[in-house]
């Protein structure tokens, strides 16, 4: 679905671009290590990896992963607070899996893009809380630098059992 599609991008990313910075955010750290964490695990290729281990119980040890190539991946959740975004790294990539309730949380991850010519900030979400302030001060804003990309769960034919997709589609 979405959250490992973000993953994916996350991963192609740290083979094209050696030595890049890669955040992934999530709501909580039990949503990181169980979806977050426990995708970029199955989907790493483990012969990349110079420091970390993942464990279905308590996730990469100190939350990061760095491979062999110098990309660094870092796993972190909303609900630590807006500070543990704040800092001088120029990161490549955030995917912000679900939208941060609090916006500073969001305005510290643009921080660390803004000042990089390939930053980037990817949302992987539904609206679960309603049209907050993602909805519209990105998602409706027309900014030149937003860019939305939608779909829907009935598009999602081939990570979804046969009768779910047949139920949406009836």
């Not at 994916?8 to 979806?35: H, M, N, V, Y």
């Not at 199955?42 to 190539?69: I, M, R």
């Not at 803004?114 to 992987?124: H, K, L, T, V, W």
């Amino acid at each position: 679905g979405k959250s490992t599609a973000q993953v994916l991008k996350a991963i192609k990313i740290g083979i094209q671009e050696p030595g890049s910075i890669i955040w992934l955010c999530s709501e909580t750290f039990d949503t990181s290590r169980g979806t977050q964490q426990r995708v970029f695990s199955e989907l790493c290729p483990p012969q990349f990896v110079a420091h970390g281990v993942y464990k279905p119980q308590s996730g990469y040890h100190d939350k990061t992963v760095v491979w062999h190539n110098g990309t660094e991946f870092h796993f972190m959740s909303y609900d630590a607070g807006f500070e543990v975004a704040q800092g001088a790294q120029k990161v490549r990539f955030i995917g912000l899996d679900e939208e941060p309730l609090d916006r500073q949380f969001y305005e510290e991850c643009f921080m660390r893009t803004a000042d990089n010519p390939r930053g980037q900030i990817a949302f992987s979400m539904t609206w679960l809380h309603g049209f907050t302030w993602a909805y519209h001060d990105l998602f409706m804003s027309g900014k030149p630098y937003v860019e939305v990309i939608q779909g829907e769960v009935g598009d999602n034919d081939a990570n979804l059992p046969p009768r779910t997709t047949d139920a949406l589609k009836a």
